[in-house]
Structures are given as structure tokens and as C-alpha cells.
């Protein structure tokens, strides 16, 4: 590898934290929405390079007792931390690797029905990202899944252009008073860009979006040795000239983003015979800078007919609030905003129904039993299937390729579990039974240390009391609950 990103990764870790987009119970969907018969993550073998501590790949290997792990990584350090992790919280189901992919060797006949490369592609020099494609074409099992992510242009023109800039004016004699590193110089640039006109208020937008990254992810990403965009025409040209087959996005939703217009999906249809195209137009109309791909092997078998039993298998939730309107059900986002409306008699009794199960995730073969025993006369299941995908796609519930259940009550006597307890300790985020992660503050991480099951709940309440007095302690563990946190 280069040697500025030689430098950087054994210097310091990557920040430890989870990736929803990447966790396989919601790829696996997406692949087999794209057609692929695709392995059931619990029983994988699933390989994260780039694995950084482990933090996004131990939870997985928790969930998962009967599947195999591996992560490799650059980083001597983050590669002890996640051994010493899995040491220390009981997990023999993973194993780390310190080691340069193109060195990487799992062994003969070894193939992974799932491959995480996340934040890597973009970040490292051209014969590595070759070495990551190739190695995903050879070692990719007959159903297996590659996530691969990387910036994307035209979006991030503006952001390399702010980082070009920062680092020139971190270095110039004249720019003093502005600051003596990159992250001085963009608070400063936000200051002055201001919001009088539109552009300048994407500016600053842009600004504040990179500012409130902490110094230690800056230096990985935007501020990395080696930060490459590509278009989503160039990346996928060059992962089909080396045997990859693009499935689509990690996350349905992100195929047709929900800030373009059902104007805009109208005038689109004509490029609907030529998805590449399509997905290059989207780019453009939305400025995207991101992207997270899945793809298989080119020799993969596909069938694009999807069943409706496949459909029901699926789980689902709803990460909106469900509301009652005058003729039917309105679903709300976090900031209050309505994002949906549905009159139609089965759609409003699906989504009434979903409200039932909170966070939790449920087959949705099992809402349909219910909701087939609910009404009177009940609604016309048959074109479920096809509302389920639609409104995922829509980003209006998430589908994941297994349930996910727990007991949202505060226990009597809470325990975070000791994978949760080793992030808290470390000052890390606690990631949920969704993969999300959560991160407290350290006065909250203070008392989520004392949740290991031995300290009954008024106990704790007392006791986070004297940590931080004015935090509503009862609420909080019932937040903690509502995302599956507690062990069983």
C-alpha cells in the first residue's frame, strides 16, 4: 500500500462503529430482490475487510453463534483491540487478521457468502482496488454477496474541491489567522459562507456536514491520503470487467431516493429498459456522494421473479410514527414531517397493524395472519406482497431476511450484555439488535456500566442519580429497551 496510507493505519485505528447499510439480514434482501438465492446470513461465512476493532463486525458474529467471521485490516492496532474484544467478551465464532489484501490468503476452497468492504474502495491506490474487486470475483461463494461502498461524483466535486482547499490554506503563511489544520479552516469557510443565496446555503450545509465529523474520522475520509470519487458508470464498468455483476443498493430505498419528486420517478420511466443510465441520472438529479453496492459473482444465477411467499417470509418494520388521518393513516418521520398517506383499505390496515410491534421486526406472513383475522370482512390480502416491496423501496418500512424480536420492557435487572459493557467501557457506541449505533455521552456511559445485570432497576436509578442528576433514568433504560439493548 501507499506510503501516506501505510503511515495513517499504523498510526490509528478507524473510529469504531457500526454500519446498518452493511448488515447482511437487510443485504440479503436486497440480493434476493435482485434476484439472487442468497445464503441466510445465520448460517455464513461472512469476511469485513477493513474490519478496523471489529466494532461493526462483533455484534454480527454475536447475533450469529453458528456462522463464521473473519476481518482483516491495515491497522496492527485495531486488529489487537478486535481480538482482544472477542477475547475477553466469550466469541469464538470470528477471527481477526492483520493483513494487506493483496497478501490476504483465507486458505484453499475458503469462499464467503458475504463480503463487507466499506469505506475502502475510494480511500486506497488503484492496484488495491483492483486486488478488492478480484479477490471478491474469486472468492465470492455460487450466492454470495459483495457490499462494496464508495464516494461518488458528481456529489463530491464540492466536498474535494473544500478539502483541496483546506489543506492549501492549513499550509499558507497568509491564512494564519484562519487556523493551522484543515478542520480550523472549515469552520471557518462555513462562517463565511453564510445562506444568503442557494448556493451558499448548500455550501454551508456541505460545511457543517463535514465539520461535525470528528477530527479522527477527517483524517480517514475526507482528509485521507487517498480519496478518489468515482461515477457510478465508472465503478460499475470497472467491477464488471473484473467478473462482478451489480444487484443494486444495500439499502432498497437508495435506488430511487426519496428526495426526488413522484414527478421526477415519472419522467424516468423511459430509462427503466436501461438501469445503469437510470442510476447515473439519479446521481446527477440528486448530488449524491455515496454509495453502498452489492454485487455478485457474473456467473451468478438470477431470477428475477420473486415470489409472494419470498415476500412473506421477509420481516418488516416501520421506522416511522403511524397516525390516524381523516380518511385512512399518515406515517410521520423523527422531525414531525408526514412522509406518507394511504387511504387504500389494506395499506391503512398493514400499517396499523405494523404500529403494534414497535421496533421489533416480524415475518410478514405473520401481519397478514392478523390482519386476515382482524377484519370483518377482512381486506384482500393478495396484493400485499407487492405494498410490502413497493413501500420499502419508498424507504417507508425496512425488510430484513429474518425477524428480530425481544422484550421492549426494562428488565428488573438490566444487562447490556458484555459486548455492549466492552464499548461502553471503551468509550465506544452501543449497537442494537438493528445494528444502529448508539452513542452516549460519557456521564451516560458512566451509568450504562452499571447495567450487568446486578443492580436491580431502582438501584440503578439512584445511582445514576448521583452521575446525572437531571437524566430521566426511567425513561432512558426504556429507550434502551425499545432497541432490543437488554439481554434476554
Not at 501505510?6 to 439480514?25: E, F, G, K, N, R
Not at 475502502?120 to 462494496?148: H, N
Not at 474535494?160 to 471557518?188: C, N, Q, W
Amino acid at each position: 500500500m501507499s506510503d501516506p496510507v501505510h503511515a495513517l493505519y499504523q498510526a490509528s485505528t478507524y473510529p469504531a462503529v457500526s454500519h446498518p447499510s452493511t448488515d447482511p439480514a437487510a443485504t440479503a434482501v436486497a440480493a434476493k430482490l435482485a434476484g439472487l438465492d442468497v445464503t441466510l446470513p445465520s448460517q455464513a461465512r461472512i469476511l469485513d475487510i477493513g474490519c478496523a476493532s471489529g466494532h461493526n463486525l462483533l455484534p454480527l458474529a454475536a447475533r450469529w453463534p453458528d456462522s463464521r467471521f473473519a476481518g482483516i485490516d491495515y491497522s496492527p492496532a485495531g486488529i489487537e483491540e478486535a481480538r482482544e474484544t472477542a477475547r475477553v467478551t466469550g466469541l469464538t465464532n470470528v477471527e481477526f487478521f492483520h493483513a494487506d489484501l493483496r497478501e490476504f490468503d483465507p486458505g484453499e476452497g475458503v469462499a464467503y457468502d458475504f463480503i463487507i468492504a466499506h469505506g475502502l474502495y475510494s480511500w486506497v491506490p488503484p492496484e488495491v482496488r483492483q486486488t478488492l474487486l478480484d479477490f471478491c470475483r474469486a472468492r465470492l461463494s455460487p450466492g454470495g454477496v459483495a457490499l462494496i461502498s464508495y464516494n461518488t461524483l458528481p456529489g463530491w466535486s464540492l466536498r474535494k474541491s473544500i478539502v483541496d482547499l483546506a489543506t492549501l490554506l492549513a499550509r499558507r503563511p497568509a491564512a494564519a489567522e484562519i487556523g493551522g489544520d484543515p478542520e480550523a479552516v472549515l469552520g471557518y469557510l462555513a462562517g463565511a459562507a453564510g445562506n444568503h443565496n442557494p448556493y451558499a446555503r448548500h455550501l454551508t450545509s456541505v460545511l457543517h456536514d463535514m465539520f461535525g465529523k470528528s477530527d479522527s474520522i477527517l483524517m480517514f475520509d475526507d482528509f485521507g491520503p487517498i480519496n478518489e470519487p468515482r461515477t457510478f458508470l465508472e465503478f460499475t464498468g470497472h467491477a464488471a470487467s473484473s467478473g462482478l455483476r451489480y444487484l443494486g443498493e444495500s439499502q432498497l430505498a437508495e435506488n430511487f431516493p426519496a428526495s426526488l419528486s413522484r414527478e421526477a420517478e415519472e419522467m424516468l420511466k423511459p430509462l427503466a429498459g436501461d438501469p445503469p443510465a437510470l442510476q447515473q441520472m439519479i446521481d446527477v438529479l440528486t448530488n449524491r456522494t455515496f454509495r453502498s453496492s452489492l454485487f455478485c459473482r457474473e456467473d451468478a444465477a438470477l431470477d428475477p421473479r420473486i415470489s409472494p411467499a419470498t415476500v412473506l417470509d421477509f420481516s418488516v418494520r416501520c421506522p416511522h410514527v403511524t397516525q390516524p388521518s381523516a380518511d385512512g393513516i399518515r406515517l410521520i418521520d423523527r422531525e414531525g414531517g408526514e412522509v406518507a398517506g394511504f387511504t387504500d383499505p389494506l395499506a391503512v390496515a398493514f400499517f396499523s397493524e405494523l404500529s403494534k410491534t414497535k421496533t421489533q421486526s416480524v415475518p410478514v406472513h405473520e401481519v397478514a395472519a392478523r390482519l386476515a383475522m382482524a377484519g370483518d370482512p377482512a381486506p384482500c390480502l393478495s396484493p400485499l406482497p407487492r405494498l410490502v416491496v413497493d413501500a420499502a423501496r419508498r424507504g417507508l418500512v425496512l425488510l430484513r431476511i429474518e425477524p428480530v424480536r425481544f422484550d421492549d420492557a426494562t428488565p428488573t435487572f438490566p444487562d447490556l450484555g458484555p459486548l455492549r459493557l466492552s464499548a461502553a467501557r471503551k468509550g465506544r457506541s452501543l449497537v442494537d439488535l438493528h445494528h444502529a449505533p448508539y452513542g452516549p455521552d460519557d456521564a451516560r456511559r458512566r451509568i450504562a456500566l452499571l447495567m450487568d445485570g446486578s443492580l436491580a432497576t431502582e438501584e440503578l436509578a439512584a445511582r445514576a442519580k448521583t452521575i446525572l442528576p437531571n437524566l430521566d433514568f426511567h425513561a432512558w433504560s426504556a429507550y434502551l429497551a425499545s432497541r432490543g439493548m437488554f439481554v434476554p
